[in-house]
């Protein structure tokens, strides 16, 4: 049996003193890079911006989903659209009265749209439009912080997520975000989700160089999932 799924990593949790060295290691094995935006509102932290996604792509081609933490979703896409950002995911309690719009201009723009649910948000609240979206992340820990909390119950959202997708044909993919690191792969793995973000416990904090840190992240994953990593590809074994 074959497993086919996707590793972003964080970039709020990287060693920014080894921006370019991380990044260069990692364009060749990722799927994607996950980009966190947040205003000092919605959360009481202030991360990454537009900006870092343009410096990012000097040396990268790998694509950058942005998930916004901020107050004014508004604002926050017209920026991300301007750069060219490939995935931009809003706080779906926010988003109240312009959703579609939202989501229309995203698409318009030749981009994806998702919506991030935090814990306290059920699934039903995408019901309007589950139907079109590209991506729905769970937050598997509170906002805005690395390290939080792991909140087991969380992954019952995974599982209807992917109930939901196979009951009604919808497109999108599910994504968590949160404590992804030895203490809850095989949770994680048992709940199913196509991407994985992968922060500072799970790779970025495991060793002081890149390079060992990916290969204990990878050991890690086979000794507590029983799939084996190959180029994106988990077989088990």
């Given at each position: 049996?074959?497993?086919?799924?996707?590793?972003?990593?964080?970039?709020?949790?990287?060693?920014?003193?080894?921006?370019?060295?991380?990044?260069?290691?990692?364009?060749?094995?990722?799927?994607?890079?996950?980009?966190?935006?947040?205003?000092?509102?919605?959360?009481?932290?202030?991360?990454?911006?537009?900006?870092?996604?343009?410096?990012?792509?000097?040396?990268?081609?790998?694509?950058?989903?942005?998930?916004?933490?901020?107050?004014?979703?508004?604002?926050?896409?017209?920026?991300?659209?301007?750069?060219?950002?490939?995935?931009?995911?809003?706080?779906?309690?926010?988003?109240?009265?312009?959703?579609?719009?939202?989501?229309?201009?995203?698409?318009?723009?030749?981009?994806?749209?998702?919506?991030?649910?935090?814990?306290?948000?059920?699934?039903?609240?995408?019901?309007?439009?589950?139907?079109?979206?590209?991506?729905?992340?769970?937050?598997?820990?509170?906002?805005?912080?690395?390290?939080?909390?792991?909140?087991?119950?969380?992954?019952?959202?995974?599982?209807?997520?992917?109930?939901?997708?196979?009951?009604?044909?919808?497109?999108?993919?599910?994504?968590?975000?949160?404590?992804?690191?030895?203490?809850?792969?095989?949770?994680?793995?048992?709940?199913n989700p196509d991407i994985y973000i992968i922060g500072h416990s799970g790779l970025f904090g495991l060793t002081d160089d890149i390079a060992s840190s990916w290969n204990q992240m990878v050991a890690e994953y086979e000794e507590e999932t029983g799939f084996q990593f190959d180029n994106g590809v988990y077989k088990h074994n």
């Amino acid at each position: 049996m074959s497993r086919q799924i996707q590793l972003s990593p964080s970039l709020m949790t990287m060693n920014l003193d080894k921006f370019k060295e991380e990044i260069i290691f990692l364009n060749d094995k990722v799927n994607s890079y996950h980009i966190d935006i947040m205003d000092g509102h919605f959360v009481p932290n202030i991360t990454l911006s537009p900006w870092f996604i343009e410096q990012v792509r000097k040396i990268s081609d790998v694509p950058m989903s942005a998930h916004l933490m901020v107050t004014n979703p508004t604002f926050w896409v017209e920026q991300l659209i301007n750069v060219k950002c490939d995935w931009i995911c809003m706080p779906a309690e926010v988003v109240n009265g312009v959703a579609f719009r939202l989501i229309d201009q995203i698409h318009d723009a030749g981009l994806k749209a998702g919506m991030v649910l935090n814990p306290e948000t059920s699934v039903d609240a995408l019901a309007p439009y589950l139907d079109i979206l590209d991506k729905v992340t769970i937050m598997t820990v509170d906002p805005g912080f690395a390290g939080q909390r792991f909140l087991t119950e969380m992954l019952d959202k995974i599982t209807q997520l992917r109930q939901l997708r196979e009951e009604k044909g919808y497109h999108y993919e599910i994504e968590m975000d949160g404590s992804t690191n030895k203490k809850h792969w095989k949770l994680l793995s048992d709940a199913n989700p196509d991407i994985y973000i992968i922060g500072h416990s799970g790779l970025f904090g495991l060793t002081d160089d890149i390079a060992s840190s990916w290969n204990q992240m990878v050991a890690e994953y086979e000794e507590e999932t029983g799939f084996q990593f190959d180029n994106g590809v988990y077989k088990h074994n």
